[in-house]
């Protein structure tokens, strides 16, 4: 069962180094928008945040991948108001959601699915350790030695490689920073909190993107934080080790958009509407089509890799994650045991 870890560890890794420095210019810039009312959008720090700010304190929904971004929102929250961070909810353990939890105060309870406490001891914990003892090192050793064989070369590129050396030098600094934080509060099917005059239902989907998943229904703002359940205009990660069943995913979705529902804020990928969700649906239903025929037509795995295309999304964003999802596809319709 190393394979499915190092997925996760890979994909770890690659959002960390795309806030880090980046690909994108700009990727770590943390930008602030109104979703509806006193409910703000931020993004920046890879998996969306959302908070509400009332009179009676404030809700934050997730909290970024290191621990610089937890002070980044907790900066952002500050500049608009002085009352306390009140309630902090995970929608999953993934840790572009949660690792900037550890820079908020003592006082602020955080809350998550019943679940979300088992995903991240199973998962986060050795995630964490490999980045640590294997995949930095590596990346430091790696970025070194390409350093070292460019005796003679010109400034720029001298440049770029010691910064290579320097950004994975960092992120081991801050991957060595992290500690896991767990919920204070866990929730079984729903659960409601009222702060300010403002009704929050956090809502469990079912098994979907993970196990333990919540949706944030901000109820009188007519406004979801959906957390991962919604990748918008964007390949998602399908997590099949930690219980992901796209089935009752697309079920979910469904739910939801029969909701009193105007704003839609998606885990990853611009705010949206309902439209989003319908576009997930298609994405969902598009991948089980083509997983299935492959099955049906008594392919292996890796003929089903192979084989499916999602040429329509040919155009979206983190194409890598693709074959994780096939393979999560895969072993849900065929029945393979966890
Ligand atoms: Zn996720």
């Known amino acids: 069962m190393r394979h499915p870890i190092r997925i996760a ?27 509806a009312e006193d409910l703000y959008f931020l993004t920046g720090v890879v998996g969306n945040v959302a908070f509400l700010i009332t009179d009676e304190g404030v809700l934050v929904v997730d909290s970024g991948t290191k621990p610089s971004h937890g002070d980044a929102i907790l900066e952002e929250i500050a500049k608009r108001t002085d009352k306390p961070v009140r309630y902090l909810i995970f929608t999953h353990y993934h840790m572009d959601h949660v690792i900037g939890a550890q820079q908020f105060p003592e006082e602020t309870t955080v809350i998550a699915h019943k679940n979300f406490s088992y995903n991240q001891k199973e998962f986060n914990g050795p995630n964490l350790e490999i980045m640590i003892e294997e995949t930095y090192p590596k990346r430091i050793s790696e970025a070194e030695a390409k350093l070292e064989a460019l005796d003679g070369a010109g400034e720029e590129e001298l440049a770029a490689a010691a910064g290579a050396v320097e950004k994975a030098k960092t992120g081991l600094a801050e991957a060595k920073e992290i500690t896991l934080v767990y919920p204070d509060k866990t929730y079984d099917d729903a659960m409601t909190i009222t702060l300010g ?72 990928g611009e705010l949206t509407d309902k439209s989003g ?3 997930k649906i298609g994405y969902l239903s598009d991948l089980r089509a083509e997983v299935g025929k492959a099955v049906k037509d008594g392919k292996s795995l890796e003929e089903t890799k192979e084989s499916v295309k999602m040429e329509k999304y040919a155009e979206m964003p983190w194409a890598y994650m ?17």
């Open 9 to 35: 560890v890979l994909l770890a890794v690659i959002l960390l180094a795309v806030t880090a420095v980046g690909p994108v210019r700009g990727a770590d810039e943390i930008v602030v928008t109104r979703a």
């Open 197 to 268: 005059g403002h009704e929050i239902r956090l809502i469990y989907p079912g098994a979907s993107h993970t196990s333990g998943n919540t949706l944030v229904h901000f109820v009188d703002l007519k406004a979801v934080h959906m957390g991962d359940m919604l990748f918008y205009k964007r390949h998602p990660y399908i997590d099949w080790k930690a219980g992901s069943n796209t089935e009752n995913w697309i079920a979910s979705l469904e739910r939801v958009s029969d909701w009193d529902v105007e704003v839609v804020i998606p885990g990853h």
């Open 277 to 279: 969700l319908a576009w």
């Open 322 to 338: 693709l074959d994780a999802g096939v393979e999560a596809v895969y072993n849900e319709l065929t029945g393979v045991e966890r």
